[in-house]
């Protein structure tokens, strides 16, 4: 009698075996690298932003924000751009606010100092004369003269001080004692 024994039909089921330990090994890495590729993708894009936020920070907003991709992300940076761009515009309306309050202080301190001291001048030269101007009269109209001058001196380096403070709480004038 001829015995036969099929022993190679249980060796094909431990090739079986080893296919889908070798498959799902294979399978985890590929999906292990290809996560760790999405993701360093996306932190080098954020590190790239935290560089960019640092530079604006450090006051040069001149310095553009790069928006890359259409996600969350890139959706961040579009806002600080926009924040970058609406400060800028806001730091130049202001300077030229702060241009035209310059030259309107300064013209109205000219054009009043010019009529005050025609009018020092003219009291001066009343009180030398003889008649009925008497000293101690146009000694007041000097006074008065004088007194406003001054108040338009305190005015226009009261503007000065608040256009060098950035239009803030400048150093204090008390008007009444002049």
């Not at 090739?15 to 889908?20: A, C, D, K, Q």
Request: zero cysteines; glycine letters at 6%.
């Amino acid at each position: 009698t001829v015995t036969r024994a099929f022993l190679y039909y249980y060796a094909g089921d431990a090739y079986y075996y080893w296919l889908i330990v070798v498959s799902s090994v294979t399978g985890f890495a590929l999906f292990s690298l290809l996560f760790i590729t999405f993701v360093h993708r996306k932190l080098t894009y954020i590190m790239q932003m935290k560089d960019e936020l640092d530079i604006l920070a450090g006051g040069d907003l001149n310095y553009k924000v790069t928006v890359r991709g259409n996600d969350e992300l890139s959706e961040l940076a579009r806002g600080i751009d926009e924040m970058r761009r609406s400060i800028l515009e806001h730091q130049k309306a202001e300077e030229k606010m702060r241009a035209a309050n310059s030259a309107l202080v300064t013209a109205m301190s000219h054009d009043l100092r010019t009529p005050l001291t025609l009018i020092e001048g003219y009291a001066e030269v009343m009180r030398d004369l003889p008649g009925e101007n008497t000293p101690e009269n146009m000694q007041v109209i000097i006074d008065e003269t004088k007194r406003l001058s001054t108040l338009v001196n305190a005015v226009l380096e009261l503007s000065k001080a608040r256009s060098s403070t950035g239009g803030g709480e400048a150093k204090r004038f008390d008007l009444t004692q002049t």
